[in-house]
């Protein structure tokens, strides 16, 4: 696709090197940004820049924060007996919105993938247990993706804490709330039934 202007045609570029934007969306986005006053377009740039600058892990739990530790760990009404593993923070943003978990969490950027290069080493596994190491903590819910990497992460976690004699439980995975069996696929439907629990 031809542009008038190369700078056009290097923020399009840019643009479709975010996740899930492909080269339409990435020239929507960047039509649009065109559009904006200045004043809109310096804060959003502006926004950015501090992201990049001010944003970092927490050294505790591995969660995007300004400051150390991140308000989660700080936060002295959610309990230190339970920690919930996730894959991405985006993750832990998911189970925040559901305002049901009051414990800690521990974020291990990432799964275990052999084929892509990715093992113990890459996530922040050693971090998780030095804190379970740390003692007080009851139960470790895995709460890692549905899919192979995911249930890979969550039989190795559950092999290495499982000695620590801490419980380890795993997230439900079943029928979604509002939909109909007969419209469930194979492996859905045997996880709701393995996942079944008294009523």
Same mark, same amino acid.
């Given at each position: 696709?031809?542009?008038?202007?190369?700078?056009?045609? @290097?923020? @399009?570029?840019?643009?479709?090197?975010?996740?899930?934007?492909?080269?339409?969306?990435?020239?929507?986005?960047?039509?649009?940004?065109?559009?904006?006053? #200045?004043?809109?377009?310096? #804060?959003?740039?502006? &926004?950015?820049?501090?992201?990049?600058?001010?944003?970092?892990?927490?050294?505790?739990? !591995?969660?995007?924060?300004?400051?150390?530790?991140?308000?989660?760990? #700080?936060?002295?009404?959610?309990?230190?007996?339970?920690?919930?593993?996730?894959?991405?923070?985006?993750?832990?943003?998911?189970?925040?919105?559901?305002?049901?978990?009051?414990?800690?969490?521990?974020?291990?950027? !990432?799964?275990?993938?052999?084929?892509?290069?990715? !093992?113990?080493?890459?996530?922040?596994?050693?971090?998780?247990?030095?804190?379970?190491?740390?003692?007080?903590?009851?139960?470790?819910?895995? &709460?890692?993706?549905?899919? &192979?990497?995911?249930?890979?992460?969550?039989?190795?976690?559950?092999?290495?804490?499982?000695?620590?004699?801490? #419980?380890?439980?795993? @997230?439900?995975?079943?029928?979604?709330?509002?939909?109909?069996?007969?419209?469930?696929?194979?492996?859905?439907?045997?996880?709701?039934?393995?996942?079944?629990?008294?009523?």
């Amino acid at each position: 696709m031809q542009f008038g202007s190369e700078l056009v045609a @290097i923020l @399009i570029e840019e643009l479709s090197h975010l996740p899930s934007i492909g080269q339409k969306t990435a020239t929507r986005l960047a039509l649009h940004i065109l559009k904006l006053p #200045r004043e809109d377009a310096e #804060r959003l740039a502006q &926004a950015i820049l501090q992201v990049k600058e001010h944003v970092g892990l927490c050294t505790v739990c !591995g969660h995007l924060t300004e400051s150390q530790p991140c308000g989660i760990c #700080r936060d002295a009404a959610r309990t230190d007996a339970t920690i919930c593993v996730v894959e991405h923070s985006s993750d832990l943003l998911a189970i925040e919105r559901t305002a049901e978990y009051r414990g800690k969490y521990h974020v291990l950027r !990432g799964s275990l993938s052999p084929l892509d290069g990715i !093992g113990p080493e890459e996530l922040r596994v050693t971090e998780l247990i030095d804190r379970l190491r740390g003692g007080g903590v009851e139960e470790v819910i895995v &709460a890692t993706n549905p899919n &192979a990497a995911g249930e890979a992460t969550a039989l190795y976690l559950a092999r290495l804490i499982s000695p620590l004699g801490i #419980r380890v439980t795993r @997230i439900a995975r079943g029928i979604p709330v509002g939909s109909d069996l007969e419209y469930s696929d194979q492996s859905t439907l045997a996880s709701a039934l393995l996942g079944r629990r008294d009523i």
